[in-house]
């Protein structure tokens, strides 16, 4: 059984930081393109950024590009995304997911952790 856990949320001032972490298990972790979606109170969940499986080609949404990272530890098993310069619409739960390819396409494998909080305050 897939199973994942994010971690690393929490309440920040605008123009802070904050680093998410994801570990992933049940699955050969090195075989999956990995992603972070989020999802805001009465929004759809939407994809953030996504990293093929050996983290040499990543991908963002318009609206985090250039203040967010995604990376990933292939021998931990750990996917992050560092995100700076944070605005108060970045504020959402926020989701790490195990694509159904080892390159990022428009396909998920539907297990979801619990996500972790950002909130971010003006």
């Known amino acids: 059984q897939v199973l994942v856990v994010e971690s690393g949320g929490g309440l920040v001032q605008a123009g802070g930081s904050l680093r998410l972490s994801c570990t992933a298990s049940g699955l050969t972790f090195d075989e999956f393109a990995m992603g972070w979606f989020r999802q805001a109170p009465g929004k759809q969940r939407e994809e953030v950024s996504c990293?093929?499986?050996?983290?040499?080609?990543?991908s963002y949404a318009n609206s985090v590009k250039g203040r967010f990272t995604i990376s990933r530890d292939n021998a931990k098993n750990t996917l992050y995304l560092q995100m700076n310069s944070l605005k108060p619409e970045d504020t959402a739960m926020y989701y790490c997911a195990a694509n159904m390819y080892a390159y990022c396409s428009g396909s998920w494998l539907e297990y979801w952790g619990q996500g972790t909080q950002v909130t971010v305050s003006s």
């Open positions: 990293i093929n499986w050996s983290g040499g080609s990543t």
